[in-house]
Nanobody
Framework: QVQLVESGGGLVQAGGSLRLSCAASGTIFSINAMGWYRQAPGKARELVAGIDQITRGGITNYADSVKGRFTVSRDNTKNTVYLQMNSLKLEDTAIYYC???????????????WGQGTQVTVSS
């Protein structure tokens, strides 16, 4: 079994910072891309930031709304992806979900796994 567990969400004032972490555990053979999505009330889930395998250059991509403020990174030794969020705005309030493409031992394809979500609330 594979699990993604997020941490680091919470309440922060506008202009503040938070750092989210997501650790993958279980019978993991390999991890491709990892990333973060978010879903605000009444809105569809959207990609916030993603990062490819380090062996493929660790290419990152960001939603336009967070470019210059958020930074995604990963530590392959810990099977963990991070999201550093700076200059937070009210509109960043959402549930943030971790996502990773993981090949488990004994499994042929890569499968997308999701974390349980962590709430980020930005107040004025």
């Amino acid at each position: 079994q594979v699990q993604l567990v997020e941490s680091g969400g919470g309440l922060v004032q506008a202009g503040g910072s938070l750092r989210l972490s997501c650790a993958a555990s279980g019978t993991i053979f390999s991890i491709n891309a990892m990333g973060w999505y978010r879903q605000a009330p009444g809105k569809a889930r959207e990609l916030v930031a993603g990062i490819d395998q380090i062996t493929r250059g660790g290419i990152t991509n960001y939603a336009d709304s967070v470019k210059g403020r958020f930074t995604v990174s990963r530590d392959n030794t810990k099977n963990t992806v991070y999201l550093q969020m700076n200059s937070l705005k009210l509109e960043d309030t959402a549930i943030y979900y971790c996502n990773a493409d993981i090949k488990a031992y004994g499994s042929s394809p890569y499968t997308a796994y999701w974390g349980q979500g962590t709430q980020v609330t930005v107040s004025s």
